[in-house]
């Protein structure tokens, strides 16, 4: 077999699998997709009611605040191989790092999109969502915020000592980066100190980005975009460093 | 077969297992590394203040079963963390088919001593995700599959996830993960431990054929009967080295055994020895006393598996052998 088609073939056996594990466990999955929709229809009202882009906050935000919890997925299809011993077994096979961590994100990111995804489709089919003339901004943007996520849920995973700490760190940072990002509330009508606090979560450049996606403005994406991704790499490079040595034997799990 | 001697010295024994001396693991011949197929030598490791690995040396050729033996704590499954390539050691050096073992885990088979399955995933699943890895396609994988499942007895739960498996076929399916691209060594860290006496049997068949085929094995146990069905060499690990190494009837022949006379006045004496039978004639020659009972004790496996964990300790003092009252 060629050099090049093994490790092709090893990533998509190991794609297969870990989205195979995910499909078999899906309750995260649906309570992440089925809430931020539940909220957005009931809050949608009030925004309008209260701001000139009230739509576009309804859908935003909460999709924004549930993709934040949705990190906890990502997180625990790490943790579980961690609980399962897995993870080593996995390593002392031929596949290399970058096959295995492939293998191990590429579900989560796609399990991500799916959610952002289905919860815009349906702010533009029940709510009225008024979709750019340009959809690839949007997908970029989606994407970005994804990877963000992605980055961001792995290295909790390998830093928690448990499912709990895992839950914890997941929910409050999930109810304090959509707060301070303005996905709960806009930026604009939030406190002069909590305004000034804002950029240090990346809930509030992911809703920077996501509004200028939906507002076909390209240029005003570019900052929004770089910050996170930049936060990706950084949280990303950790987990990756993380999972390509193991947890060693000292650990709770 | 090993061509290295037993290292156990002769040494008095009480009712106790006997004690042996602490000896040096004799180097193997240069011819006889050549065509090693696992090559590990001066392997150290530290965990903090633990030092998990202090020397480890151990050469396995093709078709050789060495049973890695030692209690808890002895450096067995750092050793084979190190060999297949989880850990990097502090110092040495190993070397699978000539080679550094990362660019080469497709040689390995490794079955750890924890459970390590997926609960949602089936047996059949398993062994065509870890035999795919390995570079098994379709055909070739599917009658490995079937094989593989044969020989461990699990053709009735091929399509049972791992969570639902009792705790003997979850064994079971874990070599089978191991054993699934027929590797060139083998690495069975307890892969018994808690099992029952049909994932055992199905355990021990399979690894002898595999050896058989021309496969090496290191497995590790604390069963040492299990090494005596392979035919295992043992290497006896002890503070993270191997302080002995030969096969159990090997190691046997170098163990005292026990005399016991019982005199009419009540008296009796003991006497550790590794020839029992001379010695009990030459009591029985030299005492002037009445006999009322005598007791010869060889030594087993149990008292083996106990003298190898005193390895590398002092000895207790005993009493000179052969000496009447």
Redesign the interface.
């Known amino acids: 077999m060629s050099t090049i088609t093994a490790p092709v073939l090893r990533t998509g056996l190991l794609v297969r699998h870990n989205l195979m594990l995910r499909l078999r466990d899906p309750s995260q999955i649906i309570s992440y997709v089925a809430m931020p929709i539940v909220l957005m229809m009931v809050l949608k009202p009030l925004y309008v009611e209260a701001l000139d882009s009230g739509t576009v906050q309804a859908v935003t935000g909460p999709m924004v605040m549930f993709s934040v919890f949705a990190l906890s997925i990502v997180g625990n299809s790490i943790m579980v191989e961690r609980e399962w011993r897995t993870w080593d077994r996995l390593r002392v096979t031929r596949a290399g790092r970058t096959e295995l961590l492939l293998g191990k994100t590429l579900p989560a990111f796609l399990i991500l999109l799916f959610q952002q995804s289905v919860v815009l489709g349906v702010g533009c089919a029940v709510l009225g969502l008024e979709l750019p003339d340009v959809p690839g901004l949007l997908v970029l943007a989606i994407a970005i915020w994804g990877f963000t996520l992605l980055c961001l849920g792995s290295a909790l995973a390998t830093v928690a000592r448990s499912r709990g700490d895992l839950s914890v760190v997941s929910d409050l940072g999930a109810i304090g980066v959509s707060a301070l990002g303005g996905a709960l509330v806009p930026v604009s009508l939030m406190p002069g100190w909590a305004q000034a606090i804002a950029p240090i979560s990346p809930g509030y450049w992911a809703m920077s980005l996501i509004q200028a996606a939906l507002a076909g403005d390209g240029a005003a994406m570019v900052r929004p975009g770089l910050v996170c991704l930049a936060i990706g790499l950084a949280f990303g490079t950790f987990a990756t460093y993380r999972l390509a040595r193991g947890w060693g034997r000292s650990r709770l799990l | 077969m090993s061509s290295n001697r037993p290292t156990l010295a002769r040494e008095p024994a009480t009712r106790t297992p006997p004690a042996v001396h602490p000896a040096p693991v004799p180097a193997e011949a240069d011819g006889a590394r050549a065509d090693a197929l696992l090559e590990v030598s001066g392997l150290t490791k530290r965990?903090g203040e633990v030092q998990a690995l202090g020397g480890f040396d151990l050469t396995v050729r093709p078709g050789e079963i060495v049973g890695l033996v030692g209690h808890n704590g002895a450096g067995k499954t750092t050793f084979v963390d190190v060999v297949?390539?989880?850990?990097r050691p502090d110092e040495g050096t190993v070397l699978i088919a000539g080679r550094p073992p990362v660019p080469h885990?497709?040689l390995?088979g490794?079955s750890?001593q924890?459970?390590?399955?997926?609960?949602?995933?089936t047996v059949r699943?398993h062994l065509k995700?870890?035999g795919?890895?390995?570079?098994l396609?379709r055909r070739a994988l599917r009658s490995a599959v079937e094989e593989l499942a044969e020989d461990l007895r699990l053709t009735a739960f091929l399509d049972r996830p791992a969570g639902l498996l009792s705790g003997g076929q979850q064994r079971r399916t874990q070599a089978g993960?191991a054993l699934i691209h027929r590797p060139r060594l083998l690495l069975l860290d307890e892969p018994t431990a808690g099992a029952d006496p049909e994932t055992r049997q199905a355990l021990l068949e399979t690894v002898r054929g595999r050896a058989a085929e021309g496969a090496a094995v290191v497995y590790t146990t604390h069963y040492l009967t299990e090494l005596t069905e392979l035919e295992a060499t043992l290497a006896v690990a002890k503070a993270g080295r191997v302080v002995a190494r030969g096969t159990a009837a090997e190691l046997l022949a170098d163990l005292s055994g026990e005399v016991v006379l019982e005199f009419a006045d009540g008296e009796e004496i003991r006497r550790s020895t590794t020839d029992p039978t001379g010695t009990l004639m030459r009591l029985l020659a030299e005492t002037t006393h009445t006999v009322t009972s005598v007791d010869v004790r060889k030594p087993d496996l149990d008292d083996l598996y106990r003298s190898l964990a005193m390895l590398g300790e002092v000895p207790a003092a005993g009493p000179p052998e052969g000496e009447a009252p």
């Open positions: 965990y297949s390539g989880l850990i885990r497709h390995i490794v750890p924890h459970i390590a399955l997926y609960p949602s995933v699943e995700l870890f795919g890895l390995a570079g396609r993960v």
